[in-house]
């Protein structure tokens, strides 16, 4: 049975991801998850346990109203990237998560703008359902510049590091 925190996250990744549809079985326990158009996530289970029940309409109340997605979603300002792409190696996310710099709070970052790096330097942390997945540089360079925040959630695919292939 999963925790409620985990399943908290999952909200938060479907809802940050371009799935509009998740469904998760396990044990007699079923959590199936859609987004309407306007990118709120709508969560249903089905399961044995009446606790679970209650906070599956407790946590259908603290969704935001498709107003507050819609403000959130404009709000977001662009980035721009100033140096030229042509010629650069982009280092992605292998999968859906929450980026992390460094291996703990109170740790430097494992890179910054203008860390060197060799192909199998670990660049950062990709958390993904309680998994800390090293994310490796792929190449050897120079890092010019960092695309995401720390805490941030990414998506599959999404450029997280420009770097200067030597």
Avoid: W
């Avoid at 409620?4 to 509009?20: A, C, F, N, P, Y």
């Avoid at 987004?35 to 044995?48: A, C």
């Avoid at 107003?67 to 992605?92: C, D, F, G, M, Y």
């Avoid at 993904?128 to 959630?153: Q, R, S, T």
């Amino acid at each position: 049975m999963l925790k409620v925190q985990e399943i908290r996250e999952l909200i938060k990744l479907i809802d940050h991801s371009t799935i509009d549809e998740f469904t998760f079985e396990h044990d007699g326990s079923k959590i199936k998850m859609k987004k309407n158009p306007v990118g709120m996530v709508h969560v249903e289970q089905s399961v044995k346990q009446p606790a679970v029940k209650e906070f599956q309409k407790s946590k259908v109340t603290e969704q935001p109203t498709p107003q507050a997605v819609a403000t959130e979603a404009v709000s977001e300002p662009e980035k721009t990237v100033v140096v030229e792409e042509s010629n650069l190696h982009k280092i992605t996310s292998p999968m859906v998560g929450t980026f992390y710099e460094s291996s703990s709070p109170d740790t430097d970052a494992y890179v910054k703008v203008g860390s060197k790096v060799k192909k199998d330097s670990i660049v950062c942390i990709v958390e993904a359902m309680k998994l800390f997945n090293e994310i490796e540089a792929e190449v050897d360079g120079e890092i010019v510049e960092v695309l995401v925040k720390n805490g941030e959630l990414v998506e599959f695919g999404q450029p997280l590091f420009l770097v200067k292939p030597e």
